[in-house]
């Protein structure tokens, strides 16, 4: 059964053709094939328990924009050397 957009679309017009935009059908490509290649989907839960770690937390998120910061300081310092 359909859900979302295209079931609230159809309970209106029931004759109307939905059809997804492309970017929406991408996206739908790209997690079904993350969710499939276990090294992928390793990659991107660690990644999301990552930011879930620094952004429950004011202290780590500060301490964390402090260090991207300093480390941005750095690499211009070391490029106009």
Known sequence: MY????QRV????PHAIYVHCCAHMLKLCLV???QNIPL???FF???QSLYKFLMNSQTRYELFIGAR???AEN???ITTS
């Not at 859900?3 to 295209?6: A, K, L």
Request: hydrophobic residues 40%; charged residues 20%.
């Open 69 to 71: 910061k300093k480390m």
């Open 3 to 6: 859900s979302g957009v295209q």
């Open 75 to 77: 690499k211009r310092n």
């Open 40 to 42: 992928l989907a390793n």
């Open 32 to 34: 079904y094939t993350i």
């Open 10 to 13: 159809s309970l209106i017009v």
């Open 45 to 47: 839960e660690t990644v």
